[in-house]
Structure formats: structure tokens, C-alpha cells
């Protein structure tokens, strides 16, 4: 069964203490790993898709990794409207839908 | 600019009172699909559309039904709404089935 575990649920982070939030996946033939923002009251808003085991992509203090296993996202120096919930994906076997993880909901104070 | 329009986005209704929840997408995206998002349960698929006149079935599709007759509309229907389909609602597109989802702002719903 197509799966998704991320950790830890939450992650309370004074501004510019960097941190790393872990997905890992079990999926036959990964055919794309997602990582998504949700800010309360909003819909998912898309960070970056991963495909194979090394690749990374940065976006601003967000970059991104794979392996076999999981992924991390990693957030260098946070900063208070880094403040979200996090949320992971994988590609269902069939190809029809994102499989979603619970998410990870990041505060960041100032 | 490209965007997921969902109404409404709030309401609140009776056990039994039909409703439809409208999804309209400008992106021209052949795959179209509907989640919800309960607390401790993550987001889980309702219904998606592979193409206009083409639907099935997600995760949890009990007390739902779908339609698509035009590209760019996804309507989600409750029938016969009850109090366990309360709960925030996402309409999402995508240029292809299993890609990189946009989504809607979300539709509350509160079925008393």
C-alpha cells in the first residue's frame, strides 16, 4: 500500500535556528515525490517535486532532498513567515492521485 | 493569472440537504480532482477526472458524486449530506493525472 509518514507533527524553531522535517515513503516505483506549503485557511500551495534518489532542488531557505527511503525538507535560518504546515506527497501506483503525508506544522518566533 | 475557483467557500447546511460544491479551473488541465482534510487524516482523495466525461473513484468516495462535462468544471455533489462530511474540502488541477497539483482555496463545509 502506497504510504506516507512525515515527522515530527510539529517543530517549534526560534528565527534563524535551521532544522530538517523528514517524509518517508513506501511506493512501488517512485514516479514523484512532492513537498507542499499550507498556510491556515488555504489551499496547498507547491514547493518542488523530486523524482530520483540525490536530486535536491533550493527554493530560497528551502531545499530539498531524496533518497530511496525519504526525503527531507531542510530549512536554513527560518524566519517567522516561514511559519506553515508542510506537507509531502508521492505518486500513487496507478498514477491518479498524490498520496499525502499528515504534514508538519513549522512555527517559527521571532 | 491561473487559478482553482471553488464556491463556496464557506457553508454551513442540514443533514439531508442537497448541496454543490462548484471547481473551475483556467489552466486548460485535463486532470481534475477532489480531497478533503480532517484533522489527523491528512488530505485523502474523493473523486478525480481523467478528462472531460471521465470520473472515478478515490479513497473515500461514500455520499459523493462527480461530474465532468466540461473541461475547465469539476462540480462535487452531496446528495444527501450528514454530519461525518463535515470537514474542508479541496478542488485541485493538474496538466496531467498523478503531476503537480494546484489547488483551490478550500470549501468549508458544516452539516448540522
Known amino acids: 500500500e502506497d504510504q506516507v509518514t512525515q515527522s515530527p507533527e510539529a517543530l517549534r524553531l526560534q528565527e534563524g535556528e535551521s532544522s530538517s522535517l523528514n517524509c518517508s515513503y513506501t511506493?512501488?516505483?517512485?514516479?514523484?515525490l512532492f513537498w507542499y506549503r499550507q498556510d491556515p485557511g488555504k489551499g496547498p500551495e507547491f514547493l518542488f517535486t523530486?523524482?530520483?534518489a540525490g536530486e535536491e532542488k533550493e527554493k530560497e531557505r528551502l531545499k530539498a532532498t531524496l533518497t530511496k527511503k525519504e526525503s527531507f525538507l531542510h530549512i536554513t535560518a527560518p524566519k517567522p513567515e516561514d511559519s506553515a504546515t508542510y506537507l509531502c506527497?508521492?505518486?500513487?501506483?496507478?498514477?491518479?492521485?498524490?498520496?499525502f503525508g499528515k504534514g508538519t506544522t513549522l512555527s517559527v518566533s521571532s | 493569472e491561473a487559478q482553482v475557483t471553488q464556491n463556496p467557500r464557506y457553508l454551513i447546511t442540514v443533514t439531508g440537504k442537497k448541496l454543490t460544491v462548484t471547481c473551475s479551473q483556467n489552466?486548460?488541465?485535463?486532470?481534475m480532482s477532489w480531497y478533503r482534510q480532517d484533522p489527523g487524516l491528512g488530505l485523502r482523495q474523493i473523486y478525480y477526472?481523467?478528462?472531460?466525461?471521465?470520473?472515478d473513484k478515490g479513497d473515500v468516495p461514500e455520499g459523493y458524486k462527480v461530474s465532468r462535462k466540461e473541461k475547465r468544471n469539476f462540480p462535487l455533489i452531496l446528495e444527501s449530506p450528514s454530519p461525518n462530511q463535515t470537514s474542508l474540502y479541496f478542488c485541485?488541477?493538474?496538466?496531467?493525472?498523478?503531476?503537480?497539483?494546484?489547488f483551490g482555496e478550500g470549501s468549508r463545509l458544516t452539516v448540522l
Open positions: 485541485a488541477s493538474s496538466s496531467v493525472a498523478g503531476g503537480e497539483l494546484f
Open positions: 511506493v512501488s516505483g517512485l514516479r514523484g
Open positions: 523530486l523524482y530520483s
Open positions: 506527497a508521492v505518486r500513487n501506483q496507478a498514477g491518479t492521485a498524490l498520496i
Open positions: 489552466m486548460n488541465h485535463e486532470y
Open positions: 477526472s481523467m478528462n472531460v466525461e471521465v470520473t
